[in-house]
């Protein structure tokens, strides 16, 4: 049974069939399908188009339907062409004629798009919850890890002493915009599109008001033309997962990193590593190794997407058939993942020895630099001088803090008026050189606990 035969005297090509049919994907949707109808057909009893008891017929019937798909029952047709004929065509099976007016007023274009955006509303609280539980692992590794001192590193060089506790929540921040995002695009996901029939509004005195406030939408779309094509709500999901992805990309790729035998700082357990079939001694990063593939992934499936909406006309087309696939694989990727590294991370091992043995006294340059500010130089001035000192320190084989005094006021020769003490050497402490990063946001033990502060109350505001 097609919602559509009764205009075709042949029978479609069965590829062409098999093309144009999504029951495989948009069976996903069956509940909200069932609930947006079930909705719909109270609309029309209070519009007068459906008596009480063709509703109780309607409703109950749904309600049966509904039962059949949550017990895992329902069995999917030959002719279902999608999720909306598989339901009409069951609702028929069981209360006979009365299902034939179940669509009245309706199209399957608003509809599916009704469908869908239940279906996102339906679940964006549980990946805002992943999200927030992996923030918890971050927040509590945060606390776990306060004080160890680790490099800090731009352009994947060592640049500055940090404390570890400060990276961890470094990679915080990004979930948090990322389910900040989430939480906003519900706003925009509440937009009630049923009503709006096949693009011009349906002729029957619907209150969509009351459809929108039943159905748990904020209101009704105001244009029907746009409502039954608006996929903005997929692309701007779509993007939040390719952040999302990229986030988690980042942070996989330095923990790869840093459980690597050159780095030597992080350590997996076996629960969350691979072996090899060739290679007995290795014990790989495998889950994030994948969280850094499907990134890529993730970013495709907006690429992809924006592609088809970007020649589309007015109204609907079936390109936007083309919607769900990959906002369920972006919701399926993340749900997938987002449990898994939070495991992976909440029982990472650390080396707080090999981090600190990573920090040599250039990391100090700037502190060096900091130092002759201090004396009365300029900035660019002791940039310029401390820039000589790593030369003459190189030329020697030296670290910076074994120049004597003697050598550090020779390269100050044309500045006779600079102090240089032995006070210089303070610089070289990288604990030191942690604690004086003390303004908002900065490294030193009282910022980063007033950053803590500052993410346990952000992970209870969403």
């Known amino acids: 049974m097609t919602l559509w035969g009764g205009r075709f005297s042949g029978d479609m090509d069965s590829a062409a069939w098999k093309l144009n049919a ?60 999608d999720i909306h004929t598989a339901v009409e065509r069951r609702l028929s099976e069981l209360i006979g004629p009365a299902a034939g007016k179940l669509h009245t007023g309706r199209s399957r274009n608003d509809q599916v798009v009704t469908d869908l955006r239940l279906w996102l509303l339906d679940e964006l609280p549980a990946l805002r919850k992943s999200l927030e539980s992996l923030q918890a692992v971050l927040l509590g590794r945060s606390e776990r890890d306060l004080g160890v001192v680790m490099p800090g590193y731009t352009h994947l060089q060592r640049a500055q002493p940090i404390l570890l506790s400060h990276w961890w929540l470094s990679h915080f921040w990004p979930l948090q915009r990322d389910r900040q995002r989430l939480a906003e695009l519900k706003g925009r996901v509440s937009i009630l599109p049923l009503g709006s029939g096949a693009l ?87 889950v994030f190794e994948l969280a850094r ?42 749900q997938g993942l987002l449990p898994v590294l939070a495991g992976a991370l909440d029982t990472l091992k650390i080396n707080p020895q090999r981090m600190l043995q990573s920090i040599n006294p250039s990391l100090m340059a700037t502190d060096l630099a900091d130092y002759f500010v201090e004396m009365g130089l300029p900035f660019r001035q002791a940039h310029t001088l401390v820039g000589k000192a790593i030369q003459l320190a190189q030329a020697q084989g030296k670290s910076l803090d074994q120049l004597s005094l003697e050598e550090y006021r020779s390269l100050a020769e044309d500045l006779p008026s600079l102090p240089i003490d032995a006070a210089l050497y303070k610089s070289f402490d990288p604990v030191a050189s942690i604690s004086r990063r003390s303004s908002i946001g900065g490294t030193s033990p009282h910022s980063v606990e007033e950053q803590l502060q500052q993410a346990r109350g952000a992970l209870s505001l969403i």
């Open 22 to 81: 999504s029951i495989n994907v948009d069976q996903r949707l069956a509940l909200q399908d069932i609930r947006g109808s079930q909705a719909w057909a109270e609309a029309l009893m209070d519009a007068g188009v459906l008596s009480a008891v063709e509703f109780e017929q309607i409703h109950t019937g749904l309600q049966a339907v509904k039962s059949e798909f949550e017990a895992g029952t329902f069995v999917i047709e030959a002719v279902d062409e």
């Open 293 to 334: 593939g499907k990134s890529g992934a993730l970013v495709g499936f907006l690429v992809g997407f924006l592609t088809t909406l970007k020649g589309l006309p007015s109204a609907y087309d079936k390109d936007l058939q083309e919607d769900k696939p990959p906002l369920f694989h972006a919701f399926d990727a993340l």
């Open 200 to 286: 011009a509004g349906t002729p029957f005195p619907i209150d969509r008001q009351a459809l929108a406030a039943r159905l748990g939408f904020s209101q009704p779309a105001p244009n029907s033309l746009d409502a039954v094509s608006d996929r903005d709500f997929v692309a701007e999901f779509l993007f939040c997962a390719g952040l999302i992805g990229i986030h988690l990309s980042r942070l996989a790729e330095v923990v790869i990193l840093f459980c690597s035998t050159e780095f030597g700082f992080f350590e997996l357990t076996d629960a969350f590593s691979t072996g090899s079939s060739l290679m007995p001694q290795k014990a790989n990063p495998d």
